[in-house]
């Protein structure tokens, strides 16, 4: 076992290294885009009966801090037009997009690429309005499509757990059509900000949602039946997480024996088929087999939490923010500034892991933010260090640049002064030369404990990619909230910004980065509203 156990280190720490970026060669892909046998943007069911969900037709009148604080919104019922709420919210069409004859959804949770790789399935008690069933939420329909009948003993039992489950899985082939074997890093940044989207749109309808991990993935696999997927002739899919969501505490004990008791539902209905070639990365694989999760090996700890007091509001409505959440393609250099209160307030709402949307994650925060500040009024340009868990502040200090200054900004806030200076030429060049990174307000590296967490738990590989996720639709949601506009940024040279702030060896590694501004929007782009193609009123 102990064998085992450190080749599984080996296979993801091999994996991180050799799909780094590095400014003379990117990492490993197709080198084009193969535009005739692009996935699909919808995964369906063929056959599935669809249960037609409603859509929204007023937005609540919920202010801005509903989207954090649980007590303001009283817990709605758990029904289907609750149920459609919440997925309506958290994973479906935000909007289309249109460019001369070529157009595109955009969805409430960002992906990379625009490519969304992460699929969510329900398991739902029997109620008045359907039977006891596992069902695949499609977006593009907003349906769910009925994939598997329980039983009448999995369902009497299930419908004493008292709320649903929900399941996120990932399919690696959307992004590697792409971003070839990089791919398994944005697979597991998207379901990060999928399981931060999601987690929103339940506290907007005074839910629980909480992440089990006690359910391991093989444990998900077996249930959904997707080991078995090959014989369907369709792409991989792999169970990655699942959720509780109820209106009370839940029992995790028997949620968690219900699940490993369960054989195999009946799916009769096959997946369709995305692409009609593929190419074989075999060490997104190798990583995917590697890093899977072991619920007896994961341990779990108790969040630190640094609670904010402010008196900053926004002027939107949560779910304003919620669904005029886009991705920047470009700044407007001029007016891509913000105040010293609004970033300290921003920043801030990223170490309140006892609240939504990071008390989801059932973890210790890994995850640190190497800023650099371009233009924050009252604050002066320069590297920045926000330290989101004061059990590493030691350990960054003795290993980043021996020369760096580490002043506090604000006390209660820590945020440290790294460095003085404009670093708009080393935040573009480090991020893939893309200008969005210097021309913002500011951007970030999020830099995670790596090599001794990994050497003793492989599986927290990917749930750092989560972590990250979560963290930038908070950024994401925040930047909205005061007229401003995020962006993930996947692609830059992570030795670079090693070398930058002076790290050395893998004890810590980079592994996504983040950017705040105003946006330029492109007057060629066409907006259309998101489901109008269903021609129902919304």
Known sequence: MKDAHSQRCSIVKHYHQETKHFPDHPARSSGYMDWQNQPAPFRDYLGAPQIKLPLQQQERSLSYQTLYQADLVPAAEVSLNTIAIMLELGM?????????????????NPSSGNLHPSECYLVLPECA???????????????????ALLNTEQAECFKTLDGFALILTSIAWREAWKYGERAYRYCQLDLGHALGSLRYACQLNGWKMTMLPQVDEHCLDHFLGLENRDRHNSEAEHGACLCWISTKKPH???ITAWFAAQNTPDYPY???RLSEEHIDWTIIHSVQLAARSYAEEL?????????Q?????SSYSAETIIRKRRSAQEYELNSSHITLAVFI???AKTLTTQTCPLDIYPHASEVHFAVFVHAVQGLEPGLYMLVRSPLHLTQLQEQCDRNFLWQEVQAGVPLFLLKKGDFRQQAREISCQQAIASDSAYSLAMIARFDKLLSNTPSMYARLFWECGLLGQLLYLEAEAFSMRGTGIGCFFDDQMHELLGLKDQQWQD????????????PRLQTKAPYWHLQRKI
């Open 129 to 147: 309005q359907q039977k006891a069933s596992v069902c695949h939420y499609q977006p593009y329909l907003h349906v769910l499509e009925e994939t």
């Open 92 to 108: 479906g069409l935000s909007a289309w997009k249109k460019y001369g004859d070529t157009q595109w959804a955009l969805r409430m």
């Open 299 to 307: 341990e779990l700890q108790q969040p630190l939490t640094s609670v």
């Open 345 to 347: 307030h921003s920043l």
């Open 309 to 313: 007091q402010d008196k900053i509001q």
């Open 270 to 272: 096959p997946p369709n």
């Open 252 to 254: 995790i004990e028997k």
């Open 511 to 522: 592994l996504y980065h983040f950017t705040v501004g105003k946006q330029r929007d492109d």
